[in-house]
């Protein structure tokens, strides 16, 4: 149904299926998504770092920050999403 997928080639077009054929015979729909307990506690905790970080800028924008005050949380926050952009889902091979 719909449009047809595109892949860049044919080893693409094969893991795809066998991821398909895999997700289908476990009783998975096909849109699951399977990481380590490693890998999601890590990704938790940088969320939860990330969330302090914003609740900080917010509880000194309440306040009366100095330039430096503000810059060293801003700083803060930056440091906590800087790696959040290299955050990519990849399929591992079996």
């Given at each position: 149904m719909g449009r047809p997928r595109l892949y860049?080639?044919?080893a693409c077009r094969q893991r795809a299926y066998e991821q398909r054929s895999a997700t289908?015979?476990?009783g998975?729909?096909?849109d699951?998504?399977?990481v380590s307990r490693a890998e999601l506690d890590g990704l938790q905790d940088r969320l939860f770092q990330l969330r302090c970080?914003?609740?900080d800028v917010q509880t000194?924008?309440?306040e009366r920050p100095t330039?430096?005050?503000l810059e060293r949380s801003l700083a803060d926050l930056v440091h906590s999403t800087g790696r959040l952009d290299r955050l990519w889902v990849t399929e591992r091979s079996s």
């Open positions: 860049c080639g044919q289908a015979k476990a998975l729909p096909g699951v998504v399977l970080a914003l609740e000194l924008l309440q330039k430096a005050e």
